[in-house]
């Protein structure tokens, strides 16, 4: 597990939820397996099937950003409804520099995926992920 903190959970003191559930893709044995529309199935680091409901992450993103909205930079030009309809597709939060990039997602466990390099999360999660029709949110 990297460094990088939870970025959902930044301003908690419980220390439970502190760390996501970490899976470096590639080095752990994690891999993703497959990404849909609804989910992303994936082997996790224990060597066990598990997937992320992409519909619950939503919901999750949505009431998130609802209780941090003054945190962010509104563009100028953009509407509440452009905004809303964005926040509607984003699942979660990708970030990182060298040497470890990664996802972080908005279900119950806070999965995290962490790559060896931008490509390999490009290839393996974000680039499927868009495809699949949904986003994360650049903290970089």
Same mark, same amino acid.
């Given at each position: 597990?990297? !460094? ?5 959970? $930044? &301003? ?7 760390? !996501? ?12 397996? $497959?990404?849909? %529309? %609804? ?5 996790? *680091? ?7 409901? #992409? ?14 909205? %003054?945190?962010?930079? $509104? ?13 509607? $597709?984003?699942? @979660? ?10 996802? &972080?997602?908005?279900? &119950?466990? *806070? ?9 390999? #999360?490009?290839?393996?999660? %974000?680039? !499927? #992920?868009?495809?699949? @029709? ?7």
């Amino acid at each position: 597990m990297s !460094p990088i903190p939870n970025w959902f959970e $930044r &301003e908690s003191h419980d220390a439970s939820r502190m760390s !996501p559930e970490g899976n470096r893709v590639g080095a752990s044995g994690a891999r993703i397996v $497959r990404v849909s %529309q %609804q989910r992303i199935e994936y082997i996790n *680091k224990a060597g066990q099937e598990q997937f992320i409901d #992409l519909e619950e992450c939503a919901r999750n993103w949505v009431r998130w950003y609802e209780d941090h909205r %003054q945190e962010f930079i $509104r563009m100028p030009g953009g509407s509440e409804a452009d905004i809303d309809a964005e926040n509607a $597709r984003c699942v @979660g939060l990708r970030g990182g520099t060298y040497p470890v990039w990664w996802a &972080e997602f908005m279900n &119950e466990e *806070k999965t995290r995926f962490e790559f060896g390099s931008w490509e390999a #999360l490009w290839r393996e999660l %974000q680039g !499927p #992920l868009m495809v699949a @029709g949904w986003r994360t949110f650049d903290t970089e």
